[in-house]
């Protein structure tokens, strides 16, 4: 699932302005959390 769905979708979000980090973690059970940080001032509701 890592290599399929997880790796693809933190480029993808890693690409939008404002991020200060994202992590992830792929469990055994099939699911996958993305924690993305936005840095101080940014909405993330119109990041682009």
């Excluded at 769905?5 to 991020?19: A, D, H, M």
Aim: no cysteine; proline share 10%.
């Amino acid at each position: 699932m890592a290599k399929a769905v997880l790796i693809p979708l933190e480029r993808t979000i890693n690409g939008i302005s404002g991020i200060k980090n994202i992590a992830s973690n792929a469990g055994n059970d099939g699911e996958a959390p993305i924690r993305v940080v936005f840095n101080p001032g940014t909405d993330p509701n119109v990041a682009p």
